[in-house]
């Protein structure tokens, strides 16, 4: 069983605390069955025509990264989970609080593992940036390999406000201030009608974003979210996506109150040569 990051470091009056959506998602990542789908869509090299094939390092984004429990467990335990442990990892959160927190969650996790014996080393940290944005907004076409979101997912009668402050910016693509800490924390679970609206967004950018052929996109729902309705959507892309539920937890009168959907590109049968773009943001 791989070890779950601390976030003991975390403000929880700002900063979504960990819980039974988080952890689903890592069971979900340490499963036999998803380890085994990562491992076989991200392999390092295949023998094909008698010729030898690299692949580029996948590049994983997590989308709202709260505390950073989730986009820590995949970053530091990469080897176990994708087979390789050169992956490449980036986070985005409109929370500038979150942002400073999964950086730090991210960097102590991974220097855990380094200097832990358990589970063998891990080479150097491998995380690239926590931008402070809109879901997917900075990044550009085609560069995501593993897409992550962990969704406002509660039904509310309204989103939180939230108003763009260039002054107070901590990186070059923006801030976001909300006038108090209740408002901040709202960011991490105020998900308007059906508790659909943020992760509708997000569905809308995921044939864009995620790379061709081998990406890869897990969203949870919970069951207020009409996750029957969200597959049949997302199966009316075309018959070259497909959508499984992969990961589900706490059933109410037969219905799972969540669920982990996996929704990717079919891989066609032999896969030319990737090759990583010289820049992933736009």
Not at 102 to 117: F, G, I, K, S, Y
Not at 225 to 231: Q, S
Not at 242 to 250: L, Y
Request: hydrophobic share 40%; aromatic share 8%.
């Amino acid at each position: 069983m791989l070890p779950t990051p601390s976030t003991s470091h975390v403000n929880t009056d700002r900063i979504y605390d960990p819980a039974e959506d988080s952890f689903l998602l890592l069971d979900t990542f340490s499963s036999e069955s998803e380890v085994e789908f990562l491992q076989s869509r991200f392999m390092r090299r295949i023998e094909s025509a008698n010729e030898l094939k690299s692949f580029p390092a996948p590049l994983v984004l997590e989308v709202g990264t709260g505390s950073g429990v989730i986009l820590a467990f995949v970053t530091a335990h990469a080897k176990e989970i994708f087979g390789r442990a050169d992956i490449l990892s980036l986070g985005t959160d409109i929370n500038r609080y979150a942002c400073q927190a999964t950086e730090q969650t991210v960097r102590q996790t991974c220097h855990d593992r380094a200097t832990n014996n358990t589970f063998g080393k891990a080479k150097a940290i491998s995380l690239m940036a926590i931008i402070n944005a809109d879901l997917t907004a900075p990044i550009r076409t085609g560069m995501i390999d593993l897409l992550i979101f962990n969704p406002p997912y509660v039904p509310t009668s309204e989103l939180p406000k939230t108003v763009a402050t260039n002054a107070e910016a901590t990186t070059s693509f923006g801030n976001s201030k909300c006038e108090d800490d209740s408002d901040i924390l709202a960011l991490s679970y105020a998900g308007g009608v059906d508790g659909m609206e943020v992760t509708s967004r997000l569905l809308d950018q995921i044939p864009f974003v995620l790379s061709k052929p081998r990406g890869v996109a897990y969203i949870l729902l919970c069951r207020q979210n009409k996750p029957e309705k969200v597959i049949q959507q997302i199966q009316q892309w075309g018959s070259d996506w497909t959508v499984s539920v992969v990961g589900h937890s706490g059933k109410t009168g037969g219905w799972e109150k969540l669920q982990v959907i996996r929704i990717c590109r079919v891989m066609p049968f032999e896969v030319g040569n990737l090759s990583l773009p010289e820049t992933i943001l736009r």
